[in-house]
């Protein structure tokens, strides 16, 4: 390929820019952009958010640590919710490139997106936030339960979105038992609980992917979730979202607060 090819030789337009990584997305584009050609998931209006702002008591004004935008759907909804700021950290460069296009398109003001590994983040970093908002990443760590210790340190508001492990609902389903090898006891600061490994697999061949940093990664069950929250201090909790027979897993969304 010639480095000529790599320069635009039309008018500038939000779809020249979207096809950078065309193939790629995840997230279809909000209105009046949705007519763009993107992916198809409606992370931009996701009614997961404007749910865990409600039970938050709101993101207006506040200070917000996103960590995995993915593709900034969500941080999108967090600035139209009004935060005052959101640190949101992607280990994934591509997955960093496209929130920064996103940025662009829908001219973001309050967001400052930095590219690495939010555990390393986490465990040197001293600043306080008022929200941490965790969707789609618990799943894909290796140490799940260091991940929510670590939040708790930062944050007394919480809102996860995950996939969690139930023996009975993933050995019915053929396209996900075979991804599950082994499980093994655990312990961090401690908190005793069982890590079921999961195989990405072919899922790793797709340019697109947005999973953890290894070829695996480490699912709890729901009951070990919650135990971890309240175990670092996060009590209050609620529940909703509830989808055990989720294609990819079963799945729930909570808040929990201190």
């Not at 917000?64 to 994934?92: C, D, K, Q």
């Not at 001219?107 to 983040?121: A, P, V, W």
Request: glycine share 6%.
């Amino acid at each position: 390929m010639s480095i000529l090819e790599q320069y635009i030789k039309s008018v500038p337009n939000p779809q020249t820019i979207l096809d950078i990584f065309k193939g790629e997305w995840s997230s279809k584009l909000p209105a009046p952009l949705a007519d763009l050609k993107a992916g198809s998931i409606p992370l931009f209006e996701d009614p997961r958010i404007d749910w865990a702002a409600a039970q938050l008591g709101g993101v207006k004004g506040k200070t917000v640590l996103e960590l995995g935008p993915l593709e900034a759907g969500h941080t999108y909804m967090l600035e139209r919710l009004g935060a005052a700021s959101i640190l949101s950290i992607e280990a994934n460069t591509r997955a960093y490139l496209k929130c920064l296009i996103i940025k662009e398109i829908l001219e973001l003001k309050n967001t400052r997106f930095i590219c690495g590994d939010f555990i390393q983040y986490l465990q040197n970093s001293q600043t306080k936030f008022d929200v941490c908002i965790a969707s789609g990443v618990l799943y894909h760590m290796q140490n799940p339960a260091e991940l929510i210790g670590l939040i708790a340190k930062f944050t007394d508001k919480i809102f996860i979105w995950t996939h969690y492990y139930d023996k009975r609902i993933i050995s019915a389903n053929p396209n996900l038992f075979h991804k599950f090898l082994d499980s093994s006891p655990a312990s961090y600061a401690g908190f005793q609980h069982t890590l079921y490994r999961q195989e990405y697999k072919k899922a790793l061949e797709w340019s697109g992917f947005c999973g953890g940093n290894a070829n695996n990664s480490h699912w709890m069950s729901r009951d070990d979730i919650l135990a971890c929250l309240k175990y670092f201090g996060l009590k209050d909790i609620e529940i909703s979202f509830d989808a055990p027979d989720h294609p990819n897993g079963p799945s729930f969304a909570l808040t929990a607060v201190r």
